[in-house]
T-cell receptor
């Protein structure tokens, strides 16, 4: 594809429901990142995959958040028992390089806007 | 803790005026700094990175390690520069990119 693709673009869920957000990175990109962006804030790191390995999940705010990338390509971010504070835009980014500290740019998707009622 | 600060949430200039978007960082190691831009209804995209020392769309940014700053500058702003700008810090052997809160630049005709 031409870029990072995320779906759905918008998701509305009731408090307590589980949601799953999908990210399809640029083909061949080793690294995949998830970010959470609250209104009026910059993106905040959630988790990082290098191929299929989740090497860093230090940014996940609670054990209700779970991410996977089983075949080293598409990734899913799952949030269980959603709370109102989970409302945010969830961004996915991919990169050719390993990690975030190699001076290589990250390519972002359009994000999923999650609203918890 | 490693942190990126963009002190201005909003910045408004007239077309043709110089513009400077401020970014300060806190990190004791060698930083890798980026500016990302998000135009209206578009995705976040890279504008420039310090290691390239390039000028993109007339914008430049110089890393000042003494002042721990990476301010973004353009001598003559254009209306199409109106967008949200984020400064970001990457660190060698780290996986998380740290973003500032962003500055919304409005260039008035």
């Amino acid at each position: 594809g031409a870029g990072v693709s995320q779906s759905p673009r918008y998701k509305v869920a009731k408090r307590g429901q589980d949601v799953a957000l999908r990210c399809d990175p640029i083909s061949g990109h080793v690294s995949l990142f998830w970010y959470q962006q609250a209104l009026g804030q910059g993106p905040e790191f959630l988790t990082y995959f290098q191929n299929e390995a989740q090497l860093d999940k230090s940014g996940l705010p609670s054990d209700r958040f779970f991410a996977e990338r089983p075949e080293g390509s598409v990734s899913t971010l799952k949030i269980q028992r959603t709370q109102q504070e989970d409302s945010a835009v969830y961004l996915c980014a991919s990169s050719l390089a390993y990690g975030a500290g190699s001076n290589q740019p990250q390519h972002f998707g359009d994000g999923t806007r999650l609203s918890i009622l | 803790a490693q942190r990126v600060t963009q002190p201005e949430k909003l910045l408004s200039v007239f077309k043709g005026a110089p513009v400077e978007l401020k970014c300060n960082y806190s990190y004791s190691g060698s930083p890798e700094l980026f500016w990302y831009v998000q135009y209206s209804r578009q995705r976040l995209q890279l504008l420039l990175r310090h290691i390239s020392r390039e000028s993109i769309k007339g914008f430049t940014a110089d890393l000042n390690k003494g002042e721990t700053s990476f301010h973004l500058k353009k001598p003559f702003a254009q209306e199409e520069d109106s967008a949200m700008y984020y400064c970001a810090l990457g660190r060698y052997n780290n996986n998380d990119m740290r973003f500032g809160a962003g500055t919304r630049l409005t260039v008035k005709p």
